[in-house]
Each structure stands twice: as structure tokens, then as C-alpha cells.
């Protein structure tokens, strides 16, 4: 269900922007971008956090716990850099694609406003379909190897999103 109102909600947004009507409620989250992904940003602390028993977790792991998240990082930059190459763009633009680590919602509006509106969009789009993807591979990578390398295919969003 929430891949249907994912995708919904990509082609309403399409369409809306295609008609070239302004609508004011449109103009003002536009114009509030980086306030709103703060907002998005704290709630997001604020879940992990609330979490019982996460820092005695931490603290029993030590840093072994960050071994997955290290590994899915250096993996998506390793991806950006060669999807880069591939496409003869400059290195720096795909691993700053990459590295929103399928957050299509901070990843799209932060590129746009360093580089330029086209990556932005190419850094959304990748990002999206990074959790579009993740959805159909987390059920396959379930069974055939183990419940970590799940976390892999969403990274950001297997927190709220893709593995729930």
C-alpha cells in the first residue's frame, strides 16, 4: 500500500508542477524547504531515541554495531563514484547522489540547492528508486541470506519505511 501512495504521490506532484498553476499552499512549503527537512530531521532523533533500550544496545555491541552502517555507506559512495565514471559526470556528483542513501526527501532538495536543480533531480530520482527497489529485494534477500543484509538495499529508510 505505501508503494502505491508513493508512486501516487510522485505522479501528483508531476502533474501539479506540469500545469503551471501556482498553488499558495505549494509556494509556501517550497519556500520553507530546509525548515521543513530540520523538522524531518529531529523527528527522526527524536524516534531513534525513543527507542527503550537503544544506548544499552550500543553499549553492549561496542563497535561491531557499526559495521553494517560503515559497510552500507562506503557502498553507496563506491556506487556513486562508478555510476560517475560510467556517465562521465564529475566523481564529486555521484557520491553527493549517493551519499543520500535512499532519503529522496533530503537528498533531492539538499543537491539542488549545492549543485543545480538537475542533480537534484537525478539525486530524488535515484534515491526513490533505491526505496522502490528495496521493497521487492528486502522479501529475496530475507530468505536467501540474512536479516542484516536487508538493511542494506533501503539504507535511511529502512528505519521507518521499507523493512516495517
Not at 40 to 52: A, H, N, P
Request: glycine letters at 8%.
Amino acid at each position: 500500500m505505501i508503494l502505491l501512495f508513493l508512486i501516487a504521490s510522485l505522479l501528483l506532484g508531476i502533474l501539479c508542477g506540469m500545469s503551471g498553476t501556482q498553488f499558495w499552499l505549494f509556494s509556501l512549503i517550497s519556500w520553507h524547504t530546509d525548515l521543513i527537512l530540520y523538522l524531518l530531521m529531529f523527528s527522526v532523533g527524536i524516534s531513534v531515541c525513543m527507542q527503550k533500550g537503544i544506548f544499552s544496545k550500543i553499549k553492549e555491541y561496542h563497535l561491531k554495531i557499526f559495521i553494517i552502517p560503515f559497510g552500507i555507506i562506503a557502498g553507496s559512495f563506491l556506487g556513486g563514484i562508478l555510476c560517475s565514471w560510467i556517465l562521465s559526470m564529475p566523481v564529486s556528483y555521484g557520491a553527493a547522489i549517493a551519499s543520500g542513501l535512499g532519503w529522496h526527501s533530503l537528498a533531492g532538495v539538499t543537491i539542488s540547492n549545492l549543485i543545480d536543480a538537475q542533480m537534484g533531480s537525478i539525486a530524488f530520482m535515484s534515491n526513490l528508486m533505491r526505496e522502490l527497489f528495496s521493497f521487492f529485494l528486502i522479501p529475496l534477500l530475507a530468505v536467501r541470506l540474512n536479516c542484516y543484509t536487508c538493511i542494506a538495499p533501503a539504507a535511511a529508510t529502512s528505519e521507518d519505511t521499507t523493512l516495517p
